[in-house]
């Protein structure tokens, strides 16, 4: 599975929009592109997650460039309840894709 | 939906004794499971997946005759922390996935289980 890249840390402030990179210059054709983020001491929470298309749900927004090397996942209205570590990972499609964690961004949000 | 739980939530044990960790998936059929190790400050590392009735791969480094893990049915996986020591103590985390839950096949996580062994 291809690395990713991350910034260690962000900071926003609360009711803005938290845009936070992810570069995966490696990835291959048949890869996705993962959000989940863990707030302290609980287990990881999915996210969202991508192909090559934009995405969308009631969490998020995830944007791919077209060459597929970079996305940013974006929180339109920023909570202190969205304080946590972000991860971007890139899994392989098959069944068998297992993911595997980097160091994230730790995501702090501020009144 | 999509629920993954564990039990215990914390547990403490002296050295020497083992240590029995269950995962459940609560509104699903989990065909896949993930056990994950966590320590303080540090992102998860992946120990070992298991397949329904199969045995576990375990990552390497991993020794999986310390870490036993049974997937006896879709709906549990158990981890055992065999002669556990004061290194053994970690946020261990379990993740789930099995057919298309929540319109994904991907994987949910348990809350975690705190081990500390004294």
């Known amino acids: 599975d291809a690395k990713t890249t991350q910034p260690t840390s962000m900071d926003c402030a609360e009711g803005r929009a938290a845009n936070l990179p992810c570069n995966h210059s490696t990835i291959s054709g048949n890869e996705y592109v993962y959000w989940y983020r863990q707030i302290h001491s609980q287990g990881p929470q999915y996210i969202i997650h991508?192909?090559?298309n934009n995405e969308t749900n009631e969490m998020a927004s995830l944007i791919i460039t077209e060459d597929r090397k970079s996305s940013t996942l974006i929180l339109p209205h920023a909570t202190l309840r969205d304080t946590a570590v972000y991860y971007c990972i890139v899994r392989a499609s098959s069944n068998t894709g297992k993911l595997i964690f980097g160091q994230g961004t730790t995501l702090q949000v501020k009144p | 939906g999509a629920v993954v739980s564990q039990h215990p939530s914390w547990v403490i044990c002296k050295s020497g004794t083992s240590v029995k960790i269950e995962c459940r998936s609560l509104d699903f059929q989990a065909t896949t499971m993930f056990w994950y190790r966590q320590f303080p400050k540090q992102s998860l590392m992946l120990m070992a997946t298991?397949?329904?009735?199969?045995?576990?791969?375990?990552e390497q480094g991993v020794e999986k005759d310390k870490f036993l893990i049974n997937h006896a049915s879709l709906t549990l996986s158990t981890l055992t922390v065999t002669s556990a020591h004061p290194e053994d103590s970690s946020f261990y985390i379990c993740s789930a996935r099995g057919g298309w839950v929540r319109g994904t096949n991907e994987q949910f996580f348990g809350p975690g289980t705190r081990l500390t062994v004294l």
């Open positions: 991508g192909l090559k």
């Open positions: 298991s397949n329904e009735g199969s045995k576990a791969t375990y």
